[in-house]
């Protein structure tokens, strides 16, 4: 083991201060400040009550990682960044969240548009029945398909939100520790 002088004991400390304070100026200030001009927007509209707010945050994250992953100097980075583009589009796909639009489109297709023939209930005053109807609906018998065609494209709406959910965390689960540079 050996032995500090007097000299030693001073200049050591107040080297790595001296470093460490210019790397501060030269990487952190730099590199923090393009982060709050990057990511500003994002912040500013994000919100806590609502998954949606989560995906766009996330979006953010994986397509800047991506970025970094095709220029960087690793061996898989554009593997990784296809990986990372492929969760930003699932991103997109579940923050437009119309699945059940696309489900719907395809019974107004064969039933034509939906009709709002809603009333007011007798039994309580104030209050409406609400009902909707397809202008192609005739009789009991149509009605009845139309409903049940209508409840299955919904729960396929459904199957492929929750497809596309499952799909996402699956990649990240699988790769989140690889992702990097």
Partial sequence: MFKLTRWEKIYYPTYRAVVRFYDFFRYDIHQGVGNLIRWFPVIWRDRDYDEHY??????????????????????????TAKKMNICVNLLDRLMKSDYDVEALRKVEEKWGELIDISSPNPDN?????FKMKYENVKTPKDEEESRKMSRRETKLGDARQQYDKDYLFDIIKKHIFGWWN
């Fill in 54 to 79: 989560l995906f766009a945050v996330m979006k953010k994250k994986l397509r800047q990682m991506a970025k970094c992953q095709k220029i960087g100097p690793t061996m898989s980075g554009e593997e």
């Fill in 125 to 129: 005053r104030g209050y409406y029945e």
